[in-house]
């Protein structure tokens, strides 16, 4: 949000924004600034409003600096934006006072000024804050997929909980299985040759989306499952379940819906290190 792209973007885009809207609805009593025609009057006002940005300008080439030293909170984001339309609303209402003789009531023109300039900053601030923030999903996506082929690639998985947080990183050597727990998953992994266990709040479902491709497939809807490690799929009384030949390590079900699935993938999987 702070980047400087994007503070040329915002200042750019309120800027038109205010010249559409002052010259479309006349506010801040601009009617009676000119008596003039009104493409004279788009001229006017046109060097007015770039003056009166003049204010944006200034207060985001400071939020720049700021932002580039220190973190700027939700809280004081708001209160700069209310200075800046305080600011803004305080420039319109000199003006107004000075070119309308006939205004004289300095606190009614104020307040007007405020709602207006309220209206000119915070319509086009809110917009862009949707379609910056949008954008920045889509970079954190792209980054997430990046971070996902670069850990096929590398053989290790990252692990983040389901605010984005990372926790653990495990490599495809070492990774076991996950198994489902309410609304956390726990991830078996062999540490020194043990089985060991790691608490994780996510979704079984978020991470058969992270790392189906990976090969560590769903094989039933509490269980995913490293193909690396499967030594034998057996079939029982009880149905497919998948033998890691790991000591202590349960055989891993396999429900109906994951069997032809798991059996293709296993029937094709390479062993590890071909």
Same mark, same amino acid.
């Given at each position: 949000?702070?980047?400087?792209?994007?503070?040329?973007?915002?200042?750019?885009?309120?800027?038109?924004?205010?010249? %559409? =809207?002052?010259?479309?609805?006349? +506010?801040?009593?601009? #009617?009676?600034?000119?008596?003039?025609?009104?493409?004279?009057?788009? %001229? =006017?006002?046109?060097?007015?409003?770039?003056? #009166?940005?003049?204010?944006?300008?200034?207060?985001?080439?400071?939020?720049?600096?700021?932002?580039?030293?220190?973190?700027?909170?939700? #809280?004081?984001?708001?209160?700069?934006?209310?200075?800046? %339309?305080?600011?803004?609303?305080?420039?319109? !209402?000199?003006?107004?006072?000075?070119?309308?003789? /006939?205004?004289?009531?300095?606190?009614?023109? =104020?307040? /007007?000024? *405020?709602?207006? !300039? @309220?209206? *000119?900053?915070?319509? +086009?601030? !809110?917009?862009?804050?949707?379609?910056?923030?949008?954008?920045? $999903?889509?970079? $954190?996506?792209? $980054?997430?997929?990046?971070?996902?082929?670069? @850990?096929?690639?590398? /053989?290790v998985f990252s692990f983040r909980d389901e605010k984005g947080d990372f926790r653990l990183s495990v490599a495809r050597s070492s990774l076991l299985y996950i198994e489902a727990s309410d609304n956390y998953v726990t991830i078996w992994y062999l540490n020194k040759g043990t089985a060991t266990r790691f608490l994780l709040r996510n979704t079984l479902k978020a991470l058969d989306e992270q790392l189906a491709g990976d090969g560590i497939p769903r094989c039933h809807r509490s269980y995913m499952v490293n193909l690396d490690h499967v030594k034998v799929i057996r079939r029982g009384k009880e149905g497919i379940s998948l033998d890691l030949g790991v000591e202590k390590v349960p055989d891993i079900p396999v429900s109906r819906r994951y069997a032809e699935q798991i059996t293709r993938l296993f029937a094709r999987w390479p062993s590890p290190g071909t």
């Open positions: 949000m702070h980047e400087r792209s994007n503070l040329v973007r915002l200042v750019l885009f309120t800027a038109l924004f205010a010249l %559409v =809207f002052i010259n479309t609805y006349k +506010p801040f009593s601009s #009617g009676a600034w000119y008596d003039v025609s009104d493409f004279v009057f788009f %001229v =006017f006002s046109s060097l007015i409003i770039l003056t #009166g940005m003049g204010v944006v300008i200034l207060s985001r080439v400071l939020m720049y600096f700021r932002a580039r030293r220190h973190a700027i909170t939700v #809280g004081q984001y708001g209160a700069w934006i209310a200075a800046e %339309v305080f600011f803004m609303a305080l420039f319109y !209402t000199i003006y107004t006072l000075s070119v309308n003789e /006939g205004e004289r009531d300095v606190w009614h023109t =104020f307040r /007007g000024a *405020v709602i207006n !300039t @309220a209206l *000119v900053l915070l319509l +086009p601030y !809110t917009i862009l804050h949707l379609y910056f923030s949008r954008k920045e $999903q889509a970079r $954190q996506l792209q $980054q997430i997929e990046e971070e996902h082929e670069a @850990a096929g690639r590398s /053989g």
